[in-house]
């Protein structure tokens, strides 16, 4: 019995170990509607170098429209995807290569373009997928830890052109009583 737990142990701790975090990063603000901007999807704390990847992102189709996706082929030289896309989706993203990748990875690169107001969840899941699969050298299964993000598209609120056609109105009066009337 206590070979058995300490068996159960081990596995357990085996499979913690390797734990990596899957994040992503915003290169550049979206401010407005028709704003072009890029996401990094990188990896960190991985304590093996990885062999492959692959991952789905989801997103809101109302609000964002997916430009590319562009997996580094200079990373991941034995094989790259761009995966599948459907409406709000990217499935089954993914790369191999064969010395390993480790330290701060980058998985991909995703262009977007914002085509409605609100706000879009992007979330990062697994592809769960055989071509596609997260592994190290030793070809284990690597446990993961998703971050997703927020992307806001906020127009310019018809507030702010009130008040600047108000204020520029003002000015302009001013002026030209200026002008009627001098001291």
């Known amino acids: 019995m206590k070979k058995l737990l300490l068996s159960l142990m081990l596995i357990l ?8 975090v899957v994040s992503i990063e915003q290169l550049n603000k979206v401010n407005k509607l028709n704003d072009v901007f890029s996401i990094k999807v990188v990896g960190s704390d991985f304590d093996y170098p990885l062999e492959g990847f692959g991952l789905n992102i989801d997103f809101e189709d109302s609000i964002l429209e997916l430009l590319s996706v562009t997996v580094d082929s200079n990373i991941w030289e034995f094989h790259q995807t ?21 330290n701060n990875i980058l998985f991909a690169i995703l262009d977007f373009k914002a085509i409605g107001i609100g706000i879009s969840d992007l979330i990062i899941s697994d592809a769960n997928h055989r071509t596609v699969v997260w592994s190290d050298l030793t070809l284990s299964d690597i446990p993961l830890d998703f971050k997703n993000a927020q992307v806001q598209v906020v127009p ?12 520029a109105s003002l000015l302009a009066i001013g002026r030209t009583k200026k002008l009627k009337y001098p001291l």
Do not use: D, T, Y
Request: proline share 2%; charged share 15%; hydrophobic share 50%.
């Open 13 to 20: 701790i085996s499979q913690l170990a390797n734990a990596g």
């Open 82 to 102: 761009a995966g599948e896309r459907s409406a709000g989706k990217v499935a089954k993203i993914g790369g191999a290569s064969f010395k390993g990748v480790e």
């Open 156 to 167: 310019i609120p018809a507030a702010f052109w009130l008040m600047f056609s108000g204020v």
